[in-house]
Structures are given as C-alpha cells and as structure tokens.
C-alpha cells in the first residue's frame, strides 16, 4: 500500500484551501489538483464511498464521506446529506487523507529501554500484551487489589465504541480512574443549578436570531459550519457582538467587538443585568412563570451592581455596556453562545450562571433562535456495551469515604460494596504522587496525551517518573510516549468501526471501516480482547471482557430503540445512506417551559448550589489574583486541537512553528522586536521561542497556542500552565475544572 495515497500534492491542496470557498465550487466539493482534472474528469464509479465522522473533541463532529481507490484513501469531503456539514469539512479534516500513511505513525506495539531515551524496539503484540498481563497480575498480587492501575482517558476519539477502554478497565477489577474534565465542567455544572440540566438550541436555529452576543467562543476557527448560520442570521438583519480578550477572526467579522480583560465577564454580564433591570426591559412573564428567585437576584443587582462599578472591572465603556444592554434586551429573539474558555478560570462557574440569567430575565431562553447555548448530552443515548463490563468474581476495591488526600476525590459506597478509586483528571501529576495505600504503579493512557493535556508539565514528569510502567496506545511518538515503556499503535477512524453525535448540533453519523487497518494497527476494543485472552491464558477468570469479537457487531450494539425512534431511522444501517438528524418537536430546548431543577423552573436562585459551596444566585466572583507582569493565555489553533493535527504534514506547511503573541506597546517596554526569540517563564517553568507582535491581544497579555509540532519538537504551553481548580465542575463532572486561562507569566528577550 502506497504511502502516498492522494493524488493532490501538498502545494496544491494549499493553494485550493487557501481560496476561499473553493471546496463548494468545485466538482463535488472536491478540491481538484491539477489542470489534468479537465481530461480526466472524477468518476464515482472509480471509488468506493464510505461513511465516516471526525471523533474528535470538536463543536462540528464533522460527517464525512470517504473516496477509496484500490484500498487506499483518496480524498474526503462533507457530507452533502448533513444540512450542518453541507458538503465541507474544515482545514484540519480535509488533512485526515494524510494521518493513515503519515511516516511517523506508530507501525507497531515497541517497548522503549529506559523512558525518554528514544531507545525504541519493535516487539510482537504477543509479547507486548504478555509483559502488560503479568505485570497487572504482579499488581494484583502485590496490593489484593487492581487500585494500583490507573486510567487516564479523555476526548482523543469520541466514537461511541472506544468507550470499550473503560469496559476493558472494568473486567480486569476495580482500578484507579482519573474523573472530570478539562474542558467545560464549571459551565456544565452553572447550567445545571440553573436549568437543570446544560441543554442547547440546534445550532442551526440561530438564523432565527435578532441578536446574538458570541461571548468567549470562536467559531470562525473552532465550530466552522456554526458560522453560515450566524452568518445568515446577520444577512437577515441580526446584530453580532463578539466579546472576547482576543481579537478573533471571529470577532473581526462581528459588528460590534468588547474586549474585557479576562475572568472579568462575570462583572460585565451582571452589569447589564442592572441596567436591563433600571431599564424595565425585564420579561415579567417569564420570570414570574417558569422562574424562581427573580425579585432576590434583582434585590442583589440593586444593592451590590452598577454599570459603572462593572465598567471599572472589565473595562468595557459604561455607555457600551449599556448600549448592548439594551440592544440584547429589546431583540425577541436574542442568543449568547457561551464558550469553553470563558468557564477555564477560577470564578469560571460563576460567571454562566450571570450570563445565563441574561438570557432568562429577557425571556430568550425556551425560544426559536434565542437561548444560553453551551453544550447538550441529549442525543448520546446509546448502549455503551463495550463500557459496561462485569469485574471478576472476588475482584477487591475501593470502599467508600473521601481519601485523606486533599484536592482529589475518591468515591465509594459501603463497607459491603466495592467501586473503582478516583482521582481528579485535572490534578493528575499530584493524584500520581500523592496517592497510596495503594500508590497508582501502572498507567494506561487512552484516546489521551497526558503531557500536552495535562498540567504542570515538569511535576507530570516527576509523577510519571514514580510509575513503575506506563502504557500508551497512539498514533505518532508524542510526549506522554516519550515518557512511556510500551506504546501500542491504533487505527484511525478509516480503519475502525464506530457512530458518532455532538455535543452541539443534533446530527447521528455512522463511520465505517473504510480500509484495514494500516501496519499492525488495531482499535481500541481488539487490545482489550487481546488483553483478556491473555490475562485468562495465565489466570483463569482474571478478566471478563470477551476474548473474541466482530468490531461491526460491537458497533451495532451500541444501537436501540430510543436511538432509533429519536433519528427517524429503522436500523443502522440506514446511515449508510448518510448522516440523520435527530427529531425535535423544537429547536430550542426547554420550549415547553418545563426544567430539570427541583422546583421545575428556572431558578436564579439555587438552593444546590448553596449546598454546594457557592453562592445560591449568580453573585460577582473575583478571578484569581495575578502572580507575575501579564495574563498568558493558551487557547486552541486553527490547526489543530490540544496536541492533534499540528504534525501532520499538511498542517505543518500552514504552521511551521510555535509564537507568542505580544501587543506592541508591551514589547517595546520589554525591548522585544518582531520575531526575536524570547523566554516566557513563570512559577511552573519556561519556554523558549519566537515572539509576534500584534494588537489582537490587549497591553497586558501573552497568547500562545497549544500545540504539538511532532516527535522530538520540545515546545509545550503546559510547562506555564498549574492545575488551579476552576470553582464549580464536582456536581455533574466528577471533580472541578481548572482555570487554564486563569495563569500569569512573564517575557524577556534572549
């Protein structure tokens, strides 16, 4: 098999991406390489098409169809069927052709002599899986238990199968599991005080909109087919107002940009909230009808908020404020798109549940085109059998109470009962060095790369270090398998079977097994099966997951009726004719005025919440206080999410190498020129590279974004980023978030 499967060079592909709408004009959306395309024209009887969604931790969980010529992957595009794909795929997914037969994938399972010394050694799986099963049964032996392994697991791939990881967990006993999220925790959980539970709007209803604030999100970069809509929205006449702490693409193609400094959107939303209250814009008959606590949170604005107290805050002009106050207040309807990186700080919970109480007392949330859009689990009813997974008989466990171990959280039931140990996800460094009784001695990491992901980068090798073997089951070398001893290689999603849904918009994907897996790939479920044949070979009954398995059948176990009555379709093989779309009586959620908090209602005022440790309504929280000379922030790139996409070959060509990115103003304070190498450090560590001045980011700013260029590249945003919790994520996630944009650091030219 070639590795060297499209026909489109690299330059070609560039030059066609780089104009824009190309992919839409061409051929079928295709992007045609050269002028030879005129004389031989594509033909769809050429190709076998295959069905396939994008897993990863992305808005548009992209359905995609697959060309494949000669068992090889040819070219992608869109699904047309979709009506939120439309037939286009972003940057990073029309580079998914490149990942199959990237040279630097892992080929095959390798077992490293001594960690980070790159002295790698290509083993069968028999024998990698041999080394795995008897050390888990040295474990096993050594404690009584299985707490002694550890998983850590996130959103490398969403599709629904790979949650067979957690089943593998599972049916080996009761283990050590890192819990939360790093992601949107503290909004989830804001959400969930105040509505009971986080449920969006269609994405696509957002054409409907006469105002939409995009408030710390940024489509035009991270949810590209959201933005037609928004788009259309304002073609109709809607007014866009982008309130970020960076100057986005997104922002640039809003009506009206605010730039708060960051963790201070709580003191903006709420002074709105006063001026719309001062205004009599409130909408009385929803906050009388289907709201609780309204004339208590209106006693807080008036005795604790002024416009011009929030315009010293967040340092958005009083008149703005109050202009955008009154401009959201009088649209019907009105949205706020609530994004993940305005929850990442300290008072991150907080500052939802005001911004959610700007939707609710105008009266924008249950409408068409209105509501507080974050995030919903509505469609992700499946089975989950590869998850759910029986543990031995006789397996010993956990047994309740809180760990004496400060920040992270064990969960257990009675003395009679056992359940997995666990520990925040957020704090992983220190859950691996604090934990005892029994210490966590071997780590396996899934659909996960710890030291891109992670925090605290230098303390995560220090933890990682105490392990006595850790696992990794990737695609190319990153980091976290420089710091590994066995690495196993798995497929792509070409080579797999799963479905996939989203977390924001409604549509059901089917992703077919489009190719056999390339080298000695194997997916996640078939290392379990693996692992199982060889922990019962040398221990009868030491692991329950099925020894033998159809990856197609698993698949189709993951379906049932509900799924099937709520997308309209009778099997699923029906989404071999293209993605479904679920069936809403409504686009907009809670339209019928019923919540899932205990008073049914709406509620300002969350008696939960207070339970909890906060505040009962939606009061003003500081952010965290600065320990060095400007705010750095660490958002996405374009290309890439966390630390995927960025080494592909393709995306490399966009984005040769890492930056930080500084306001004029503030370099020439620092005697920093364009493109001079600088040193950025803080309390956790440092790292070097080329500066970029810009006007994008505020005075006192830093941005850099995550990224991983490839194996032996050293640039890491996480050695300046700590694990500082963020203030609310335990209730529905586990354990809290964190406040990744809530750090501090500073620059100095080298």
């Not at 009679?416 to 780590?443: C, E, F, G």
């Not at 489009?514 to 922990?535: G, V």
């Not at 939606?618 to 080494?647: C, D, V, W």
């Not at 335990?730 to 978030?737: L, T, V």
Request: include cysteine; hydrophobic fraction near 35%; charged fraction near 25%.
């Amino acid at each position: 098999m070639s590795n060297r499967p499209c026909r489109l060079d690299r330059r070609s592909f560039l030059k066609g991406a780089a104009a824009l709408g190309a992919a839409s004009v061409l051929p079928c959306r295709l992007l045609i390489p050269d002028a030879n395309a005129a004389t031989n024209p594509f033909n769809i009887a050429n190709y076998q098409v295959y069905r396939n969604a994008c897993p990863r931790n992305c808005y548009d969980t992209c359905s995609i169809k697959t060309y494949v010529k000669d068992g090889v992957v040819e070219f992608v595009e869109g699904s047309p069927e979709s009506t939120y794909t439309r037939g286009g795929l972003c940057v990073k997914g029309y580079s998914y052709t490149r990942r199959p037969y990237d040279p630097d994938r892992i080929k095959y399972p390798m077992v490293q002599d001594g960690r980070r010394t790159g002295n790698w050694r290509r083993i069968s799986w028999d024998e990698a899986i041999d080394r795995i099963a008897k050390k888990i049964l040295e474990i096993k032996e050594k404690d009584g238990s299985l707490l002694g392994l550890g998983l850590t697991k996130y959103s490398g791939n969403f599709g629904i199968t790979n949650y067979g990881v957690e089943g593998m967990m599972s049916s080996l006993g009761y283990t050590t599991r890192f819990v939360g999220t790093p992601c949107w925790p503290a909004g989830i959980d804001a959400q969930n005080y105040d509505m009971g539970n986080m449920w969006c709007n269609d994405p696509e209803d957002m054409v409907h909109a006469q105002y939409i604030i995009l408030w710390g999100a940024n489509p035009a970069w991270c949810s590209v087919h959201s933005m037609k809509y928004i788009m259309e929205a304002q073609r109709r006449g809607a007014k866009v107002v982008v309130i970020d702490p960076v100057l986005t693409q997104t922002a640039a193609k809003g009506d009206m940009y605010l730039q708060p400094g960051p963790s201070t959107d709580g003191a903006l939303a709420l002074g709105m909230a006063r001026h719309i209250l001062d205004k009599n814009l409130v909408d009385y008959d929803f906050v009388t009808e289907h709201a609780k606590g309204f004339e208590e949170f209106a006693r807080y604005l008036k005795d604790n908020i002024s416009v011009e107290w929030a315009a010293e805050v967040c340092g958005i002009p009083a008149q703005t404020i109050r202009e955008v106050a009154e401009e959201f207040a009088s649209a019907d309807p009105a949205t706020i798109w609530i994004g993940y990186g305005m929850q990442r700080h300290v008072n991150g919970g907080a500052t939802v549940r005001a911004v959610d109480a700007l939707a609710a007392m105008t009266g924008n949330i249950g409408k068409t085109g209105g509501g507080a859009r974050y995030g919903h689990l509505q469609t992700w009813g499946f089975n989950y059998h590869a998850m759910i997974q029986k543990q031995p008989e006789g397996s010993v466990g956990f047994t309740g109470g809180e760990a004496a171990t400060g920040e992270f959280h064990f969960i257990g039931g009675d003395k009679a009962s056992y359940t997995d140990r666990t520990v925040n996800i957020n704090k992983t460094a220190q859950a691996i060095l604090d934990t005892n009784d029994p210490p966590i001695r071997m780590l396996w990491v899934s659909c996960k790369n710890p030291f891109a992901q992670d925090f605290d980068r230098p303390k995560l090798q220090k933890a990682f270090d105490k392990l006595e073997m850790v696992v990794s089951v990737e695609q190319f070398f990153t980091e976290t398998v420089d710091n590994s001893d066995i690495v196993l290689p798995v497929t792509t999603l070409f080579e797999e079977w799963t479905v996939n849904v989203s977390y924001w918009h409604y549509w059901l994907a089917l992703n077919e097994q489009a190719i056999k897996p390339m080298h000695e790939a194997k997916n996640n479920i078939e290392i379990a099966a693996l692992l199982s044949r060889r922990m019962n070979q040398l221990q009868p009954g030491s692991c329950t997951f099925p020894q033998e398995l159809d990856t197609k059948e698993w698949m189709e176990k993951e379906f049932n009726q509900g799924i099937y009555e709520l997308f309209g379709i009778n099997s699923w093989e029906d989404l071999r004719n293209g993605p479904v779309k679920a069936r809403l009586s409504s686009s907009a959620s809670w339209s019928d005025g019923k919540f899932g908090t205990p008073s049914g209602k709406y509620e300002f005022y969350s008696e939960i919440c207070a339970e909890h440790g906060h505040k009962a309504l939606p009061e003003y929280k500081e952010g965290r206080k600065p320990y060095a000379a400007f705010r750095m922030l660490t958002p996405h790139s374009k290309f890439g999410i966390h630390s995927q996409f960025i080494n592909i070959d393709w995306m490399h060509e966009y984005n040769k190498e890492p930056f930080v990115y500084i306001h004029p103003d503030a370099a020439a304070e620092k005697g920093i020129a364009d493109l001079d190498t600088v040193r950025v450090f803080n309390k956790v560590g440092e790292v070097r590279l080329k500066a970029k001045l810009t006007r994008n980011v505020a005075t006192d700013c830093l941005l850099m974004y995550t990224q991983w260029f490839g194996k032996g590249t050293t640039f890491n945003v996480q050695n300046l980023v700590d694990d500082e919790s963020a203030d609310m994520g335990a209730y529905k996630a586990g354990a809290p978030g964190v406040a990744i944009h809530g750090q501090y650091a500073d620059v100095e030219k080298v």
